[in-house]
């Protein structure tokens, strides 16, 4: 008999990979942060000796939802700027917005309520653009969730950064502080190919490749970004980006609503990662991914919400959902996009787009015990004749009970357990109650 911290038990486990199954009446053991075994629950009973024994008896358990793209902090803007186009949005409300309340306790206080809001969803696993990210790693490191930081690169001045160089000093400053930490790492996170000028987009690329940091980019998000690009430089983004060695295994791109047949081989032949927001895409009136096309072409596609302010939930369920709508509707194809892609895209998806296959994404020996539990007796999960399209089309984002990251019970029957986070609505209205932009 062997020793370990935590045996999970359910009815359902759904592990990804390596079989993409339902598996029924299976455990999780768990030994400090990591899986160590799966199997048939009289097996693991049989061979491990757990310090604790969660029977959960209604109950799907699979691996924690990866969010790929978020401005976390942004929730604090949730419902503040509605029904405009991404330029007008962004220019006449996001923007004046952001620089009228930007500061430490806005990032602060927004990124706690991402955080605690994903968590209860079953993010366990999100990637980051936003100002002032040493603020958002704290954040992070003290509720113990796993996080990429893409620190945001922009050539105007802004409440953190004077110019695209000092961006990418800070930046490089906090992967030096993080480079060792096992739940945050950093990534360039260049804003969009228009938001800098060709010399410095040129810059972060070659940092990137020298430096072996991921890059994160919002890339070709609307018809008019693609159709400016072509009348200013007489390519498109994509096209530049392959010129300057910013395609590869190690970059995300984010958006992509407009790619051609031979944009979408050059982003396969460089295995180029590709983050899907279909909410944001269609709130904005940006168009949509060709996702289908891009997953037959063999390019990793994972799931994003982008910022409350264009979503207006960070619910990966529900993009997964969506994301399945607006590829069967694109396709006028019900068989399109089924269930089990849509957790694969969620979960191994984003993984792998942040290259962090190795580490999370699939309930595996071996991997960080990120997982959650979804509770099949809510009443928008019942009856449940399979459990994939119970968790992608039925309402699992709020029926999700416990979230695990890295071993650590962050959500437990349904509340979150961190002491920063308990009491955030009141903080969060107060907050509002003062700092209220409009
Ligand atoms: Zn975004």
């Known amino acids: 008999m062997k020793s370990c911290d935590l045996i999970i038990s359910a009815p359902w486990v759904l592990p990804v990979a390596p079989e993409n199954a339902a598996l029924s009446e299976h455990s999780v053991a768990i030994s400090g942060e990591t899986i160590i075994a799966i199997g048939l629950t009289d097996d693991i009973l049989q061979n491990y000796s757990a310090a604790d024994h969660l029977k959960l008896t209604h109950h799907i358990v699979l691996p924690g939802l ?14 503040a700027g509605e029904d405009q186009p991404l330029k007008a949005w962004l220019e006449e409300t996001i923007w004046p917005l952001e620089a009228a309340v930007m500061n430490d306790e806005y990032v602060t206080l927004g990124t706690q309520l991402a955080v605690a809001e994903m968590l209860l969803c079953g993010t366990t696993t999100f990637s980051d653009m936003y100002f002032l990210p040493e603020k958002v790693a704290e954040v992070c490191l003290d509720i113990g969730i796993r996080a990429q930081l893409s620190f945001p690169i922009i050539e105007f001045a802004n409440a953190w950064s004077s110019s695209a160089d000092d961006a990418l000093d800070k930046g490089l400053a906090l992967h030096d502080q993080l480079k060792d930490n096992k739940l945050v790492h950093v990534a360039l996170g260049p804003h969009s190919g228009y938001s800098l000028s060709a010399a410095e987009l040129e810059h972060i690329a070659e940092v990137g490749l020298r430096q072996n940091l991921p890059i994160q980019i919002h890339l070709h998000e609307t018809a008019q970004e693609v159709a ?7 390519q498109s983004w994509i096209e530049r980006c392959a010129e300057i060695g910013m395609l590869g295994s190690h970059v995300q791109a984010v958006h992509m609503t407009q790619v051609s047949e031979a944009e979408l081989k050059l982003i396969a032949d460089t295995d180029t990662r590709v983050v899907h927001c279909p909410t944001s895409n269609l709130k904005l009136a940006s168009g949509y991914c060709p996702t289908t096309a891009l997953r037959e072409a063999g390019v990793t596609v994972a799931l994003g919400t982008d910022g409350a302010a264009s979503n207006n939930r960070l619910n990966l369920f529900a993009e997964a959902r969506m994301a399945s709508l607006l590829a069967k509707h694109a396709g006028q194809n019900a068989a399109a996009a089924t269930a ?24 595996e020996a071996g991997k960080a015990a990120d997982l959650i539990a979804v509770d099949i007796n809510s009443l928008g999960m019942l009856p449940m004749y399979n459990p994939f399209a119970a968790l992608i089309h039925g309402d699992a984002g709020n029926a999700v009970s416990h979230t695990y990251v890295a071993g650590r019970a962050l959500v437990a029957d349904g509340q979150l357990t961190p002491d920063s986070i308990t009491n955030l609505a009141q903080r969060v209205q107060s907050w509002h109650a003062v700092r209220r932009p409009i």
Request: charged share 10%; net charge negative.
């Open 66 to 79: 990866i969010n790929t793209h978020c401005h976390s902090a942004m929730t604090l803007l949730r419902g």
């Open 228 to 234: 400016d690009a072509h009348q200013s430089m007489g």
């Open 340 to 363: 089990q892609e849509m957790l694969y895209m969620a979960t191994m998806g984003g993984a792998r787009a942040l290259g962090m296959e190795s580490v999370t994404g699939s309930l």
